[in-house]
Each structure stands twice: as structure tokens, then as C-alpha cells.
T-cell receptor
């Protein structure tokens, strides 16, 4: 079946612009995660949804970052007033179970954001 | 919180040789240890995982071992092929999914 998809795959923004990154998880997956991956590093957790509820946003680096999943499927990560340090690959992952069990996360291809 | 260290950062082997990547973790409560392979321009893909109730798991040319006492786990790839060339990440988490922590990655190059 279809995997996790993300759009756009590449995004170039001028400093100060707002951006919106979309994630389509695997159908039926309860959990959805956003990660930030800097060049040459492993993914770092940003936020987690169980259905439409955002249960953990402790990894969001500032209040310029906002994520939502209003209907419990598609999610959007929004970054306001982008800064150069926001340049990274933003990965979305989904898993079938809720947070009460540890389960496999399936990653999308990521969105590479470059802030000029 | 959990801290995962991964070594080596780069690894170059000849086709047909074995490759071993090692990770250590800090939190003894961690109980799930996946390994991901990431190719250029793609997201991480799960290749194998192990839970804390077993010490070893094998899937064809790939195996993972876990030493809970020492808090380290390793990925073993045998009979390496050029298509195994990629960046490999280990990760560790406790029962909740949202505390998964990744290592910094190992760039594996398999020379034909």
C-alpha cells in the first residue's frame, strides 16, 4: 500500500516568510510524528499526535513552529517568520498504534527547507 | 532523557565483507531499538528492530544484537553489497513512542 507522503519535497523561503509543510500518513495510522533532521545528523523529535490530539510538542524549537492534525489524518507543520537556522529536512512518520505501545514508525521522504 | 551514541561515523568496506555499527544508550528503561537505513534524498527506512526481551534478531544478511546490561546494541551486515551503501541510524525508546532518540548516523560505503 501507499507509504507516508510529504509535500512539497523541496521548499526555498526567504528569511521572514511563513511556510507550511504537509504530511499524509499511512491510512489508518493513529500516531503521527514530526522530526527535524539537520545536515549530517539523526532526526530530532519535534511533536507527536495521537489522532487529532497533539500530545507532545516538547521538541518544537520556538513558538514560530506550529503543527496541526485537525481530522486525525493529514498533518501540517507551519513555520512562521522563517530563520536561516530553520533550514533542515523535516520528516514525518506514522505508526499504527497509540502511545501506549512502542511500535514501528514509518517515515516519509521529507521536505528539504532552505531559508535564504 | 535518553542519549544515543553511534560509532563509527563513517565505515568503508569491500564488497562481500561484513560491516558492524555500534550504539550505546543511556536510559536503562529503553526497551525498543530500531535501525534505519537512509539513502540520499529519501526518508529513513526501517531495516530491523529488536525489543528488550530478546538478545539477538536476524533477517537474512542483517542481524542486531542487544546487551541490556552494558546498554549497547549493534547492527551486523554480512556479505555486503554496493546497494547497502547508505547512512544507517540506530534509535532507542521507552514504552512511549514520542521519546525515540536517534544516533548521529553511520555512513557506510561498500566498494565493489
Amino acid at each position: 500500500g501507499a507509504g507516508v507522503s510529504q509535500s512539497p519535497r523541496y521548499k526555498v523561503a526567504k528569511r521572514g516568510q511563513d511556510v507550511a509543510l504537509r504530511c499524509d500518513p499511512i491510512s489508518g495510522h493513529v500516531s503521527l510524528f514530526w522530526y527535524q533532521q539537520a545536515l549530517g545528523q539523526g532526526p530530532e523529535f519535534l511533536t507527536y499526535f495521537q489522532n487529532e490530539a497533539q500530545l507532545d510538542k516538547s521538541g518544537l524549537p520556538s513558538d514560530r513552529f506550529f503543527a496541526e492534525r485537525p481530522e486525525g489524518s493529514v498533518s501540517t507543520l507551519k513555520i512562521q517568520r522563517t530563520q536561516q537556522e530553520d533550514s533542515a529536512v523535516y520528516l514525518c512518520a506514522s505508526s499504527i498504534e497509540d502511545w501506549s505501545s512502542t511500535d514501528t514508525q514509518y517515515f516519509g521522504p521529507g521536505t528539504r527547507l532552505t531559508v535564504l | 532523557g535518553e542519549n544515543v551514541e553511534q560509532h563509527p561515523s563513517t565505515l568503508s568496506v569491500q564488497e562481500g565483507d561484513s560491516a558492524v555499527i555500534k550504539c550505546t544508550y543511556s536510559d536503562s528503561a529503553s526497551n525498543y531499538f530500531p535501525w534505519y537505513k537512509q539513502e540520499l534524498g529519501k526518508g529513513p527506512q526501517l531495516i530491523i528492530d529488536i525489543r528488550s526481551n530478546v538478545g539477538e534478531k536476524k533477517d537474512q544478511r542483517i542481524a542486531v544484537t542487544l546487551n541490556k546490561t552494558a546498554k549497547h546494541f549493534s547492527l551486523h551486515i554480512t556479505e555486503t553489497q554496493p546497494e547497502d551503501s547508505a547512512v544507517y541510524f540506530c534509535a532507542a525508546s521507552m514504552r512511549r513512542n514520542n521519546d525515540m532518540r536517534f544516533g548521529a548516523g553511520t555512513r557506510l560505503t561498500v566498494k565493489p
